[in-house]
């Protein structure tokens, strides 16, 4: 299976669990307050959000008052609820005296709990999720002091001051003690200055305007890395370097006669070799200085690979938990993340650096953060991740999300006052069509990157 196949299948799962458990928190509350589900569907069985567009399932089956299916438009799902206006927009139960089993008779405080029922739910899974990671896996991260090269600085880290093999200390006075904290400190928290160790000196580099647009934008690389040495990891058969007879382990340490001890070395007098030059490497195989020669090919490719994990060359830190810290930590990590979420979307209307049409993704963006290689890791800790950000976007005061109808139950519960059908049904039309045009316009977004 192909590394794209492979992102496509997990985020199909992951989403596909996290959007029928979503819907189960709705049914469970629901069916808690004795309310009638008519229908609880994967996906929708009409075309979003014209309830009566296109109305068919891909497989349906009815048990007791309710009718289970997957729809065949693949934009989410929904549970139909007697009684409530929802995207099914079912004007003529509506129409009708409300019936004891109906969401429009129930206690506000009960349709409450209804409402926030799916995001209940996103909420516990990616704590159970986090857990089960923590207590399997534990907790691993390379310490900014074990980076013992300092960092590896991209073009738009040079162009505010940073120089390959800085060693980060401090961002706006406060320790950097976790190499993956560099670059949240400085565009989540939006830090002002970065203090590093340069030759044995501190040097206090300020994030210049622009420096955060570049980063976000992501066309100018990575930022910074831990700067690694290079070390050859695999040779290609028949290329360039085997004929010269470069081996797995070598450690290339100059090219022509110019240093490269590390990757940024090499990297950039590579750029400046021409085809059909004479190149000679300078290695250390075992301990021992040698030399080899060759050629720079026609396509430039001289045939081996580079080790990039920094697993390779650092000792990473692991913290083991047992069953209750592992809770804890599950808890604490949730919040945490949906409190960088919340920072993150803050930041898309109020920073001067990050732009929305930069930011804000769809599907496409969702399916990037998945892997190639399938990691049983990475897949739990992802899709926690998204059952934050489905938690999130749902609780928006936005008519058609979960939000919308809670801004409305609580202003029920605070005046006594209920809102009417007709004010209902216009809110979520409007908010059903606003919901489109969102995710059209995100979607959108994704497919222009692809061109670009």
């Given at each position: ?19 029928v458990?979503h ?6 509350f629901?069916?808690l ?8 569907y ?19 089956k ?23 206006v929802?995207?099914s ?20 405080y ?9 995001i ?53 006075g406060?320790q ?8 949240p ?18 040097v206090d ?13 992501g066309t ?17 058969k ?12 070598d450690?290339?340490v ?15 007098v590579?750029?400046t ?8 490497l ?11 020669t060759?050629?720079?090919p ?11 994990d920094?697993?390779h060359?650092?000792?990473?830190e ?5 069953p209750?810290?592992a ?7 949730t ?42 890791q ?23 999300l ?51």
């Amino acid at each position: 299976m192909s590394g794209t196949a492979m992102k496509v299948v997990q985020l199909f799962v992951a989403l596909s669990l996290l959007i029928v458990l979503h819907e189960f928190g709705h049914f469970f509350f629901a069916r808690l307050f004795k309310t009638r589900v008519e229908k609880f569907y994967l996906f929708f069985d009409f075309l979003f959000p014209f309830s009566g567009l296109l109305n068919f399932a891909l497989f349906k089956k009815k048990k007791g008052d309710t009718e289970y299916g997957i729809g065949w438009f693949p934009l989410g799902g929904y549970v139909k609820i007697a009684g409530m206006v929802d995207e099914s927009m079912d004007k003529e139960q509506m129409a009708l005296p409300p019936q004891p089993w109906e969401y429009r008779s129930k206690k506000a405080y009960q349709r409450l709990f209804i409402m926030l029922g799916g995001i209940i739910v996103n909420v516990i899974l990616a704590i159970v999720l986090y857990i089960a990671v923590f207590s399997i896996y534990g907790e691993e991260y390379l310490p900014v002091a074990n980076a013992k090269y300092g960092i590896m600085a991209d073009s738009t880290a040079r162009s505010m001051g940073l120089h390959h093999g800085d060693k980060v200390i401090a961002i706006d006075g406060q320790q950097v003690t976790r190499f993956e904290k560099i670059l949240p400190s400085i565009v989540m928290d939006e830090g002002k200055v970065i203090t590093v160790e340069r030759d044995g000196q501190r040097v206090d580099l300020p994030v210049k305007p622009g420096i955060v647009h570049s980063i976000v934008s992501g066309t100018r690389g990575t930022f910074v890395l831990p700067r690694m040495p290079m070390v050859v990891e695999d040779v290609a058969k028949g290329k360039q370097a085997d004929k010269m007879g470069l081996q797995v382990n070598d450690s290339i340490v100059a090219l022509n006669g110019i240093p490269t001890v590390f990757i940024d070395q090499y990297d950039s007098v590579a750029k400046t070799l021409a085809v059909g030059q004479p190149i000679t490497l300078s290695i250390i195989r075992n301990g021992q200085p040698m030399q080899l020669t060759g050629t720079l090919p026609e396509d430039r490719i001289v045939g081996f690979y580079k080790y990039v994990d920094p697993e390779h060359y650092f000792k990473f830190e692991e913290i083991k938990y047992g069953p209750m810290a592992a809770i804890g930590k599950g808890f604490s990590y949730t919040f945490e993340k949906f409190g960088d979420y919340v920072q993150n979307f803050k930041l898309m209307f109020t920073s001067k650096e990050i732009k929305v049409n930069e930011s804000m993704g769809g599907i496409i963006s969702f399916g990037k953060i998945f892997p190639a290689e399938f990691d049983m890791q990475k897949f739990l800790m992802l899709t926690a991740f998204v059952s934050v950000i489905l938690a999130f976007m749902n609780l928006l005061p936005i008519p058609g999300l979960d939000g919308g109808y809670v801004i409305f139950l609580v202003w029920e519960m605070i005046t006594g006052k209920q809102v009417s059908e007709k004010v209902m049904e216009r809110a979520t039309s409007v908010g059903l069509i606003l919901l489109l045009a969102l995710m059209a316009y995100a979607n959108g977004l994704d497919i222009l990157r692809l061109f670009k």
